[in-house]
C-alpha cells in the first residue's frame, strides 16, 4: 500500500500510543482523521503537528462506549474526506481489577469500548472501502497471558485478537485485517521505578518498547501485501519466557 494520500481513521489518538500512531501516519503523508473522547486537546495537538508539517488532519469526537456512536463516527470520517483507505482501531481501557473485585458494569463497559468498538467501526469501514483497504486492531501482550490484576482487560484483548482472525476472513480478498500486540511501550503513569526496572530486567531484550516500535509494526503490515489475519507482537521478546 501506498501511504501517502489515503485517508486513515486512528481511534484513541489523543494520547499514548493512539497519539503517536496518527503523528507517525500523518508525517508519511497520509490523510489523518483523529478521534477522541476526553482527550480532545491531545487531538487537537496531533492535528497541529500534522498540518504543520504540511499534512492533513481533522478531529472527530466519539463516546465510543456508546453502541450508536461506532457507526456514526465512520459515517462522519467517509462524509468529510469523501473516502476510506485503513483503519487503526487503537482506543481502549486498561483498568486495574483484580479477581475478586470486577463488578458487571466495569466489566460490560471494557467490553464495549475494547472489543464491540473496534468491531462495529471495521464493519462500517468495509462498507465505504475499496479494494486494498486494510484494518490493523490493537491488541496487547495480556491477550497471551494471565495478569491477575487485569482479568477483563486480558480476556477482551484476547477477543482482538480472534476478532481480527475472523475480520480477516469475512473482508479478504478486498480488505485486509491485522493486529499489533504490544507488551511494556509505555508503562502506566505513576509506575515505581522498581516495577519498571524489574519489567526491563525480565524481558529478553532488556529493555522497555517505546511508541515507534509499535508505529514500525503497523508500518509493516500496511505495506504486507501479502498479511493478513497476523498478529504481531511486538514485546520484546516477553512471550518466549520460560
Same mark, same amino acid.
Given at each position: $500500500?501506498?501511504?501517502?494520500?489515503?485517508?486513515?481513521?486512528?481511534?484513541?489518538?489523543?494520547?499514548?500510543?493512539?497519539?503517536? %500512531?496518527?503523528?507517525?501516519?500523518?508525517?508519511?503523508?497520509?490523510?489523518?482523521? @483523529?478521534?477522541?473522547? *476526553?482527550?480532545?486537546?491531545?487531538?487537537?495537538?496531533?492535528?497541529?503537528?500534522?498540518? &504543520?508539517?504540511?499534512? *492533513?488532519? @481533522?478531529?472527530?469526537?466519539?463516546?465510543?462506549?456508546? !453502541?450508536?456512536?461506532?457507526?456514526?463516527?465512520?459515517?462522519?470520517?467517509?462524509?468529510?474526506?469523501?473516502?476510506?483507505?485503513?483503519?487503526?482501531?487503537? @482506543?481502549?481501557?486498561? +483498568?486495574?481489577?483484580?479477581?475478586?473485585?470486577?463488578?458487571?458494569?466495569? +466489566?460490560?463497559? $471494557?467490553?464495549?469500548?475494547?472489543?464491540?468498538?473496534?468491531?462495529?467501526?471495521?464493519?462500517?469501514?468495509?462498507?465505504? $472501502?475499496? #479494494?486494498?483497504?486494510?484494518?490493523?486492531? %490493537?491488541?496487547?501482550?495480556? &491477550?497471551?497471558?494471565? +495478569?491477575?490484576?487485569?482479568?477483563?482487560?486480558?480476556?477482551?484483548?484476547?477477543?482482538?485478537?480472534?476478532?481480527?482472525?475472523?475480520?480477516?476472513?469475512?473482508?479478504? !480478498? &478486498?480488505?485486509?485485517?491485522?493486529?499489533?500486540?504490544?507488551?511494556?511501550?509505555?508503562?502506566?503513569?505513576?509506575?515505581? !521505578?522498581? %516495577?519498571? #526496572?524489574? $519489567?526491563?530486567?525480565?524481558?529478553?531484550?532488556?529493555?522497555?518498547?517505546? !511508541?515507534?516500535?509499535?508505529?514500525?509494526?503497523?508500518?509493516?503490515?500496511?505495506?504486507?501485501?501479502?498479511?493478513?489475519?497476523?498478529?504481531?507482537?511486538?514485546?520484546?521478546?516477553?512471550?518466549?519466557?520460560?
Amino acid at each position: $500500500m501506498e501511504l501517502k494520500g489515503k485517508v486513515v481513521l486512528v481511534t484513541g489518538a489523543g494520547r499514548r500510543v493512539g497519539r503517536a %500512531i496518527a503523528e507517525a501516519l500523518g508525517a508519511e503523508g497520509m490523510r489523518v482523521a @483523529a478521534h477522541h473522547h *476526553e482527550s480532545s486537546g491531545g487531538a487537537s495537538d496531533v492535528a497541529d503537528v500534522i498540518r &504543520a508539517g504540511g499534512g *492533513e488532519a @481533522a478531529i472527530f469526537s466519539a463516546d465510543l462506549s456508546k !453502541p450508536s456512536e461506532p457507526d456514526s463516527l465512520v459515517a462522519s470520517v467517509a462524509k468529510h474526506f469523501g473516502t476510506f483507505d485503513v483503519v487503526i482501531n487503537s @482506543a481502549a481501557v486498561m +483498568w486495574r481489577t483484580p479477581f475478586g473485585t470486577i463488578d458487571s458494569e466495569t +466489566w460490560d463497559r $471494557m467490553f464495549a469500548i475494547n472489543v464491540r468498538a473496534p468491531f462495529f467501526i471495521a464493519q462500517a469501514a468495509a462498507r465505504y $472501502m475499496t #479494494q486494498g483497504g486494510a484494518i490493523v486492531n %490493537i491488541a496487547d501482550l495480556a &491477550a497471551f497471558e494471565t +495478569w491477575p490484576e487485569f482479568v477483563p482487560h486480558n480476556i477482551t484483548k484476547a477477543a482482538v485478537v480472534h476478532m481480527t482472525h475472523t475480520l480477516a476472513r469475512m473482508l479478504a !480478498p &478486498a480488505i485486509r485485517v491485522n493486529a499489533v500486540a504490544p507488551g511494556a511501550v509505555l508503562m502506566p503513569e505513576n509506575t515505581p !521505578p522498581e %516495577i519498571t #526496572q524489574r $519489567m526491563i530486567s525480565t524481558t529478553p531484550l532488556r529493555r522497555l518498547g517505546s !511508541p515507534d516500535d509499535v508505529v514500525g509494526a503497523i508500518r509493516y503490515l500496511l505495506g504486507a501485501d501479502y498479511v493478513t489475519g497476523e498478529t504481531l507482537i511486538v514485546d520484546g521478546g516477553r512471550h518466549v519466557r520460560s
